[in-house]
């Protein structure tokens, strides 16, 4: 319940935006990080938690591919299907900055920051999303088998 009386005494409030690097995006200074959903935080709960972080103000959602892979019976990628659900249920894609990784290993399809894989894995990310494009897509982990030049190509 903190979240909500902490994102409640935001409401209403002018939000002071940030430009993200040199990026043309804006954001929040907070992020919602997003490995509860799925795992801890149910389909329900996490819509709820997301309608009360975007009513306070908040405009960026960070996540990854493997969340939540730890949790049993899982297999990765729970997390980017609830935001999906929600991004496609509440409409307002432009509205929010949305982060996802790649790198970590996905049980039984691989890891780590080569071009394919990469390529690869950010269509799985898009489809579990339901949106056609990423706003901050970045790697979770170094890949030290892997130049630097490929992973920035991809």
């Known amino acids: 319940m903190l979240q909500y009386a902490t994102l409640t005494i935001l409401t209403g409030r002018s ?37 009360a972080f975007v009513g306070a103000g908040f405009n960026a959602v960070d996540t990854a591919d493997v969340y939540s892979k730890w949790a049993p019976g899982h297999q990765g990628g729970e997390s980017e299907t609830i935001i999906g659900a929600w991004l496609k ?48 897509y970045q790697s979770h982990r170094d890949d030290p088998s892997t130049p630097l030049d490929e992973t920035l190509g991809a």
């Not at 894995?121 to 494009?133: G, H, N, P």
């Open 89 to 136: 249920a509440r409409g307002g894609r432009e509205k929010i900055v949305l982060a996802t990784k790649v790198g970590v290993e996905m049980p039984g399809i691989g890891q780590g920051l080569k071009a394919s894989y990469i390529l690869a894995r950010v269509e799985d990310s898009l489809k579990r999303l339901q949106t056609d494009y990423i706003d901050v």
């Open 15 to 51: 939000m002071e935006m940030r430009t993200l690097g040199k990026s043309q995006i804006r954001i929040a200074p907070l992020m919602f990080g997003g490995n509860v959903f799925g795992w801890t935080a149910n389909e329900a709960m996490s819509f709820q938690l997301l309608d």
